[in-house]
């Protein structure tokens, strides 16, 4: 149905940057929203943003004024720009579709680790 590719990721210091990509393939017409989430060690996974196919976006707590989520919609793309990243950021995180079927799978993720 819907197939998604995580990329981007790494070791940065605190304070510092990176950006998360997520391609969508297959029947990307089918998706009305897309998000990443985290989940770091001991805990559960959680949102860190979403975006609808209409372009409302949505930010935990956590992350509100540091991180931004866009969506590339020519290359079915959606990007997770985060800044001023701090320790408690380190973990894995997943990019997941809404679709008219549900929810996609969960993937592999894509380890971010903040060091302080």
């Known amino acids: 149905q819907v197939q998604l590719v995580e990329s981007g990721g790494g070791l940065v210091q605190a304070g510092g940057s990176l950006r998360l990509s997520c391609a969508a393939s297959?029947?990307?017409?089918?998706?009305?929203?897309m998000g990443w989430y985290r989940q770091a060690p001991g805990k559960q996974r959680e949102l860190v943003a979403d975006?609808?196919?209409?372009?409302?976006?949505n930010y935990a707590d956590s992350v509100k004024g540091r991180f931004t989520i866009s969506a590339d919609n020519a290359k079915n793309t959606v990007h997770l720009q985060m800044n001023s990243l701090k320790a408690e950021d380190t973990a894995v995180y997943y990019c997941?579709?809404?679709?008219?079927?549900?929810?996609?799978?969960w993937g592999r993720g894509t380890q971010v680790t903040v060091s302080s």
């Open positions: 997941n579709a809404r679709t008219i079927w549900g929810a996609t799978p």
């Open positions: 975006i609808t196919s209409g372009g409302t976006t």
């Open positions: 297959g029947r990307t017409s089918s998706i009305n929203a």
